[in-house]
Every structure is written in structure tokens, then in C-alpha cells.
């Protein structure tokens, strides 16, 4: 079996930093695309952004020049560097990966439990 784990999440000042981290473990082959989600109560879950094996990187705007995402292949984990962080960041975060646990596995999509980013004064 597969579990992403996030860490990272905690209370922080408008303004201020926080950097997530999710670690993939398991029976992993390969992980392809890696991304960082966010859903506030009542509403969808939103793409905060992802990053391809290969490092190509996507932003929703609300983040972009704020946040960064960034990968370790080596450790199966995936990073989320938020700066500048405001109100409107405070929700959970929950991370994504797409991989397969064998060579002649189909792609998967597996999700992390959420971890909670509270940006308050």
C-alpha cells in the first residue's frame, strides 16, 4: 500500500512563512506528478499547484509569486514553500501524487490526510 504523509501546517503571522512537506512511502515504482491542493469548508478542493517528475511547475494565480514547489525524486517527496502568507491562505492542504506501484501497474492517484495552514494575527 501507499501513504503520503504531509507535515509542516501550524499557525502563522499575515505575512509570514510556512513549508509543507509530503512524503510518499510504500510499494512505490514510480511517481509521476506531484501537486499541492486546498479546500476550505463547504467549498471544491482547488489546485494550489503541481510539479512533473521532469520539474515543469504549474500555479494557480492566487499563489503564484508567493508560493513554490519543489521535489526530491530521490526521497518521494514534494515540497510547498509559502511566503507572503494571508488570511485567505488559512485552510487544509492536502497533497497528490501519481504513480504506480509496478512496471505493469496502472497510474494512480493517491492523496495525503490534509494538514491545517492558519494564517492569523
Known amino acids: 500500500q501507499v501513504q503520503l504523509v504531509e507535515s509542516g501546517g501550524g499557525l502563522v503571522q499575515p505575512g509570514g512563512s510556512l513549508r509543507l512537506s509530503c512524503v510518499a512511502s510504500?510499494?512505490?515504482?514510480?511517481?509521476?506528478?506531484m501537486g499541492w491542493y486546498r479546500q476550505a469548508p463547504g467549498k471544491q478542493r482547488e489546485l494550489v499547484g503541481s510539479i512533473t517528475r521532469g520539474g515543469n511547475l504549474n500555479y494557480t494565480d492566487s499563489v503564484k509569486d508567493r508560493f513554490t514547489i519543489s521535489r526530491d525524486n530521490a526521497k518521494n517527496t514534494v515540497y510547498l514553500q509559502m511566503n507572503s502568507l494571508k488570511p485567505d491562505d488559512t485552510t487544509v492542504y492536502f497533497c497528490?501524487?501519481?504513480?504506480?506501484?509496478?512496471?505493469?501497474?496502472?497510474?494512480?492517484?493517491?492523496w495525503g490526510q490534509g494538514t491545517h495552514v492558519t494564517v492569523s494575527s
Open positions: 510504500g510499494k512505490i515504482f514510480r511517481i509521476y506528478a
Open positions: 497528490n501524487a501519481g504513480l504506480r506501484s509496478g512496471p505493469l501497474k496502472g497510474l494512480v492517484d493517491y
